[in-house]
């Protein structure tokens, strides 16, 4: 069965079939939670535009992440509503598998290229009748808080996911692992490659965080009555992965079942090697640096001015842009922010280490520079926390709260595709606060970047091979040797003195210079943080 109805270029002939927990496709589409899928999708786009050989294969998340609500005290709710895709096409497919010890049937829907300008991608489901009430849950939540039903998620995606493939008669040359979460693919792989190293000559993986939830363990014991690893004996896992220790590491197994693997950027791909450095015959880790797709997420207006050179009609689109930002805050907060101040965003997925709350460090400070009534600025925050990190929800409610007593600070929900684009085509300023080291890239400043934002970042992730402060960012110089405490002081001092002394001052004061900082800022995203890039550097180092 040809899933492809594009032509495939001949420099990208090799059959790939791209395994993710998450793919952000479209609004309309919601099987994706953060970074992760914003990465995947963009990845899918680029290689439709560019004629690759990819499939991707990824999970139908029957009530998707969750949806942002407040409840009677207005703190955050997750709602978890059903979701139906009548656009997804059944691909009459069904593959048996066999999860603690208990039979379960995984379905198979392809969403087709022309659907949204994508690689095809087939989604695989529980969730239908055929399965008890128990097995359908496995394709209820992303990320679901319990374990087992993760690890069931993770069986159904790796072994589910090659045995679809192989039902639908798929020739696949290279199986890529976007994380670890597919890892069994590579047990179920196993009987048809049966040594490690031809196991490895059809296995790359891209590892995305050197956080160590998203580095995951689980006893090997469970994993074994689980299913993981596709009903091979633990003698032949731990010949296979060199495993030995009873904590079995994903990422670890990840690295020793593959060819390759990447860090997602120049800096991440150091940390990488550092982390991994101390393991015996894991793969070589290089980077190829994530970018995110021109064509979905840029305003074309705004790119045709900047283009023509047309500078009267940058400033006026950008306002425009602010505008259609501005109804969304009025829709959800009541608010009406003014086009003409200085407007301020914070938005990506709620996290600790990625500190929302760095600019409420000192509040006193806080609340002098937002009732400011001689330079204005406006402050915006949107981001989904883990439904069950009670810590990040605790922030993102706190930060709510805080900004009911004030007309210029927003705290917006639904932070998804829809409204992250439009959040990036009204901001004036992107602000990137992680602790240093610890964001593997951070992709939200580039599409920012292409729609004339201005980032405003610890120097991280994908920023030192963009940024040159002062002339397309600004940066704020931060030491990861400092202990937490100290660092997070020192942060917010340097940032503060940066907005107080540089950013104000600019945006008031010399506009002519502000446009100037807009233009660099959108010519140095391209063409290298453009997907398209990313996507054929997949192909060049890894896949072939």
Known sequence: MNLHTYKIKDEYKRSVAYFSMEFAIDQALKVYSGGLGFLSGSHMRSAYDLGQNIIGVGMLWSYGYYDQARDKHKDLQALFIRKRYYFLEDLNIEVKLNINNHPVYVKALLLKPEIFGTAPIIFLTTDYDKNDYLAKTISHKLYDVYEDTRIAQETV??????????????????????????????????????????????????????????????????????????????????????????????????????????????????????????????????????????????????????????DYEIVGRKKHLKKVLFKVVANQTGKLFDPNVLTIVWARRFAEYKRPNLLTYDIER????????????????????????????????????????????????????????????????WLNTPRITREASGTSGMSASMNGAINFSINDGWMPEFSVDGVNSFIIPANPNLDIETQDREDYNSMMDILENKIIPLYYNNQDEWLKMIKNSMRDIYPYFNSDRMADEYYKNMYI
Request: glycine share 6%; hydrophobic share 40%.
């Open 366 to 429: 806080f609340k002098r520079l937002i009732t400011n009534s001689d330079k204005r600025v406006q402050i915006i925050w949107a981001g989904k926390p883990y439904p069950f990190d009670m810590n990040a929800i605790h922030i993102f409610n706190e930060l709510h709260h805080f900004s009911l007593d004030y007309d210029n600070i927003a705290m917006l929900l639904g932070y998804e595709l829809e409204l992250s684009a439009i959040l990036k085509k009204g901001a004036d300023i």
């Open 157 to 310: 995606l790796g072994v589910g996911g090659v045995k679809v493939l192989e039902a639908l008669n798929q020739n696949i040359d290279i199986y890529h692992l976007n994380e670890g979460h597919a890892l069994p693919l590579a047990f179920e792989l196993y009987k048809k490659y049966p040594s490690q190293k031809e196991l490895r000559e059809h296995i790359v993986f891209t590892t995305h965080t050197p956080e160590k939830a998203g580095n995951e363990e689980h006893n090997i014991h469970k994993l074994q009555n689980m299913g993981f690893f596709a009903n091979l004996s633990l003698d032949e896992v731990r010949e296979i992965t060199e495993i030995e220790d009873d904590n079995f590491s994903l990422t670890l197994g990840a690295l020793r079942v593959s060819k390759i693997a990447n860090g997602v950027s120049k800096l991440h791909g150091e940390v990488s090697n550092d982390m991994w450095s101390g393991y015996s015959n894991i793969s070589p880790i290089i980077s190829i640096t994530n970018a995110q797709n021109r064509k979905y997420w840029a305003d074309n207006s705004l790119l045709h001015f900047f283009n023509t050179d047309e």
